[in-house]
């Protein structure tokens, strides 16, 4: 069964250093997302994409983050200069059109850990 | 803005009964999809059920089924014969149905513990 992969599984980095964490969605998905998960509390949205363009973003995708579809497969979010609060699990989802209740299927998320 | 309330944070059952997750949302918009995801501790979020808004009847997969209450706002998750392997978190989600990329909207999740 297609599955999203997410890649590294764990980043630990330095605070004020640049992260980019990477996603494959599913192939014939059209939309994508990134959601966080700070430990212990609930998944928040932070952007959406389709069609190389941000859809929605929330308050808290500040201009620290980016997103960026560099070729057919991968779905990438950067952080440009990480802070000790971007510490999370962050979770890639895709969905596709055909699905009339655009199901999101999400990654298996990469924890993100900064010093 | 939309919200979902769970007001759960913990629940737990003995193996082999059943058991009734709660949540509330609050929403203007008519037409719009629910859904319930498990997290266990690998914290991969797996879908279990989902519920269309315009659809009368509960959504049911497996031991798995829904009481969703419209004009009350509420939609509930019934685990039947839990087992062992149920034990997650579980998150309950809002996602209006306007367009294709529409987020999803998470409660605060409650944790349910099997008991052997």
């Known amino acids: 069964e297609p599955e999203v992969t997410q890649t590294p599984s764990h980043q630990v980095t330095q605070m004020g250093q640049e992260v980019i964490l990477r996603c494959v969605p599913i192939?014939?998905?059209?939309?994508f997302y990134w959601y966080r998960q700070i430990l212990g509390q609930k998944v928040e949205f932070l952007v959406s994409?389709?069609?190389?363009?941000?859809?929605?973003k929330s308050e808290i995708f500040d201009d620290q983050f980016s997103v960026e579809r560099p070729d057919g497969s991968n779905f990438t979010l950067k952080i440009r200069s990480t802070k000790l609060e971007d510490s999370a699990m962050y979770f890639c989802a895709s969905s596709e059109p055909a699905d009339l209740a655009y199901e999101q299927y999400f990654g298996p998320g990469t924890r993100l850990t900064v010093t | 803005a939309q919200t979902v309330t769970q007001s759960q944070p913990e629940m737990s059952v003995q193996e082999a009964e059943t058991v009734t997750l709660s949540c509330t949302y609050d929403?203007?918009?008519?037409?719009?999809?629910l859904f319930w995801y498990k997290q266990p501790p690998s914290r991969q979020m797996i879908l279990v059920i989902r519920?269309?808004?315009?659809?009368?009847q509960n959504a049911t997969e497996n031991r798995f089924s829904v009481n969703f209450q419209k004009a009350a706002k509420s939609f509930s998750l019934k685990i039947s014969d839990s087992q062992l392997g149920d034990a997650a978190m579980y998150f309950c989600a809002y996602r209006r149905a306007n367009f294709g990329n529409e987020k999803l909207t998470f409660g605060t999740g409650t944790r349910l513990t099997i008991i052997p």
């Open positions: 519920q269309e808004a315009y659809k009368q």
């Open positions: 994409f389709y069609n190389n363009e941000i859809s929605e």
């Open positions: 929403t203007s918009e008519s037409d719009y999809y």
């Open positions: 192939s014939n998905h059209l939309y």
